[in-house]
């Protein structure tokens, strides 16, 4: 048995080929593990990525196909299923990830509720290009696939199901199949250290209003791994960088956290930083770190281990400069929890990236100015200022309901304020949903279908592009540039080993 797994071009990022997918690498290794052979193609970043596609399915008779994506992957992810549909049409085409998990979460909602609306229907698109979805973890549920009866969603994003993977299950896994991508290849680098993504603990239990996964045990509910795994796949990510980046690494190594939060935990942060900086001690180099924290439950306890560990840099949702906007999130953080967390950070030699975000339910030119003055006076070391685009599986989009008269029209009401975020119906196939910065637009592709009471979608992209360039120009930041795609060429052959791997000896 053999299985190709793909990942698709994500056009929202200014280099694609920065961030490794865990998620599918995971399968891959429960794969591997169960002797089940694993074709890897890896697009990220590549050109003409179709032709991609296009060749392996004449050179190889691989009849299941599993493809991740992200909403904003879907577009691509469908152009891939298109071909693989034309060129092996008895193919099992397998749609796993965040996007696929979280509209089958909002459909449940739906279900429940006995109603076919918004989330009904993009579950009915998805199908219209795969013949399975597996919503949730997919390390075990993967294994259902080769089974002669399953059913077309294989749902392990349910506590009650044994599909989902308890807390302590995860020691049991095994680490990111990171040999089936080109790791030298990526181009992600934390103060000059070449750097590759890693992921301590599972969930988050907050309720951001805009935040996918709120409806999701397998997004919502926290898992954690000890730290001497944590420090297991770490010592195993350095091996795979020696050889990746050679002497690039020989005396400092970058991993980037991409925990939801890495603070939520209580010690659980600080007995890992430990255990890092022992590592370090024992290869005899330097980490360079980055992650996500809380900005409320932040203290010099945690900011200090971090420093100690190899944290220079921390990344923060601060969100909004205003507190009524704050509160229609329901971020739990104050502002005032804002600004101390930044003071913590430097007090500690830590930079900050403020993540901040306009196009909040109730949001107007008044909370748009509030967030860049606060900036202004945080004036962190760099930032992102993003429009919040309505996903499935956020309470922005699950707990919406169709406004009367108003076709393909849904409203959102913040339950402190009453305040209102409207969202139009989307095609997620079809239309490019860019939430970050200004890169859809400048691309001819950005569509926003949320607007408030008193901004239409217009006016929230004209004000987010306005308010970052001012920021921009204020503070001294330049803005990123976009890195050239990795041309193919099928004309010279075999694919080239940074887009496919494979677990079959060649």
């Excluded at 196909?65 to 904003?72: H, K, N, Q, V, W």
């Excluded at 071909?83 to 193919?91: E, L, V």
């Excluded at 637009?441 to 239409?456: Q, Y």
């Amino acid at each position: 048995m053999k299985m190709c797994l793909v990942i698709p071009s994500s056009l929202i990022l200014s280099d694609d080929r920065m961030i490794p997918h865990l998620g599918i690498l995971k399968v891959a290794a429960m794969l591997r593990r169960n002797q089940i052979d694993v074709d890897l193609l890896d697009l990220s970043g590549v050109a003409r990525y179709l032709e991609v596609v296009g060749q392996y399915c004449q050179e190889n008779n691989t009849d299941i196909f599993g493809i991740t994506a992200t909403s904003p992957q879907l577009p691509a992810s469908g152009f891939i299923a298109e071909t693989i549909r034309r060129m092996r049409p008895s193919a099992k085409l397998v749609l796993g990830g965040p996007h696929g998990t979280l509209v089958n979460a909002a459909y449940r909602r739906e279900r429940e509720k006995k109603i076919a609306g918004r989330a009904t229907r993009a579950l009915r698109r998805i199908f219209d290009y795969f013949d399975v979805l597996v919503a949730g973890d997919g390390e075990r549920a993967v294994f259902d696939i080769f089974q002669a009866k399953h059913g077309q969603i294989i749902d392990a994003d349910n506590r009650n199901s044994s599909l989902f993977l308890k807390r302590e299950e995860l020691e049991n896994l095994p680490f990111p199949a990171r040999d089936l991508i080109d790791l030298g290849s990526y181009r992600y680098l934390i103060d000059g250290a070449p750097t590759t993504s890693v992921i301590a603990q599972l969930g988050c239990p907050f309720g951001c209003g805009f935040c996918g996964g709120r409806n999701t045990a397998f997004l919502r509910t926290l898992r954690f791994r000890s730290a001497d795994n944590v420090i297991a796949e770490l010592r195993e990510v350095y091996r795979f960088m020696q050889t990746a980046y050679k002497e690039k690494v020989a005396q400092e190594c970058g991993a980037m956290f991409y925990d939801d939060e890495l603070n939520i935990g209580g010690d659980n942060l600080v007995r890992l930083m430990n255990a890092i900086i022992s590592l370090g001690k024992e290869l005899d180099i330097k980490w360079r770190l980055r992650g996500f924290i809380k900005a409320e439950l932040f203290n010099d306890r945690q900011a200090t281990a971090m420093y100690e560990a190899g944290f220079r840099e921390i990344l923060t949702g601060f969100e909004s400069g205003s507190p009524r906007i704050l509160r229609n999130i329901n971020k739990r953080a104050t502002l005032e929890d804002n600004y101390r967390c930044a003071e913590t950070a430097r007090r500690n030699g830590l930079r900050v990236k403020a993540l901040m975000s306009i196009g909040h339910p109730g949001e107007t030119e008044k909370t748009i100015k509030e967030t860049k003055d606060f900036i202004l006076q945080v004036r962190p070391e760099s930032f992102d200022l993003t429009r919040i685009t309505v996903y499935p599986g956020t309470p922005y989009y699950d707990e919406a309901e169709p406004v009367l008269g108003r076709k393909d029209v849904w409203v959102y009401r913040a339950p402190k304020t009453g305040d209102k975020l409207y969202s139009g119906e989307t095609d997620y196939f079809s239309d490019f949903m860019f939430y970050k910065g200004d890169r859809g637009d400048r691309k001819g592709l950005g569509k926003v279908s949320a607007f408030t009471e008193t901004l239409s979608a217009d006016d929230l992209r004209r004000l987010r592009n306005d308010t970052e360039r001012e920021l921009r120009e204020k503070l001294g930041q330049p803005y990123q540039t976009d890195v050239p795609e990795n041309a193919f060429d099928a004309s010279k052959g075999k694919i080239p080993p940074y887009i496919l791997r494979s677990t079959v000896p060649t």
